[in-house]
């Protein structure tokens, strides 16, 4: 089973920023697509964004856009997810998932199901 980890969360206000960090135990890395989801209290998982294996292509949420930034360090096996101008609805447990290259259309948002892995979560809280 692959392990993915995600770490980076944590408490702040509005306006602020956080980078989220993902890693997983698949080989070569990039031979995955990989992608950001959020869930808040009570509510379903939804999509964030997601990456292409090179990096060349990229999917974005329209509730994120012009604020998150998703990209990857192949050689060094990490994504990451930049967040800036963070509001209060942004509040939600976010996670990391990956799935592995096949054909995949990048314009449109994607789905919980078409990724296979999945990270255990980490909590970002932003105040008013």
């Known amino acids: 089973q692959e392990h993915v980890v995600e770490s980076g969360g944590g408490l702040v206000q509005a306006g602020d920023s956080l980078r989220l960090s993902c890693t997983s135990s698949?080989?070569?890395?990039?031979?995955?697509?990989m992608g950001w989801f959020r869930q808040a209290p009570g509510k379903a998982r939804t999509f964030v964004a997601a990456?292409?294996?090179?990096?060349?292509?990229?999917v974005y949420a329209d509730s994120v856009k012009g604020r998150f930034t998703i990209s990857r360090d192949n050689a060094k096996n990490w994504m990451y997810l930049q967040m800036n101008s963070l509001k209060p609805e942004d509040t939600a447990v976010y996670y990391c998932?990956?799935?592995?290259?096949?054909?995949?259309?990048?314009?449109?948002?994607?789905?919980?199901?078409?990724?296979?892995?999945w990270g255990q979560g980490t909590q970002v809280t932003v105040s008013s």
């Open positions: 998932a990956t799935e592995k290259i096949r054909p995949m259309k990048w314009d449109r948002e994607f789905a919980a199901a078409d990724f296979s892995s």
């Open positions: 698949v080989r070569p890395f990039s031979n995955y697509a």
């Open positions: 990456i292409s294996w090179s990096g060349a292509s990229t």
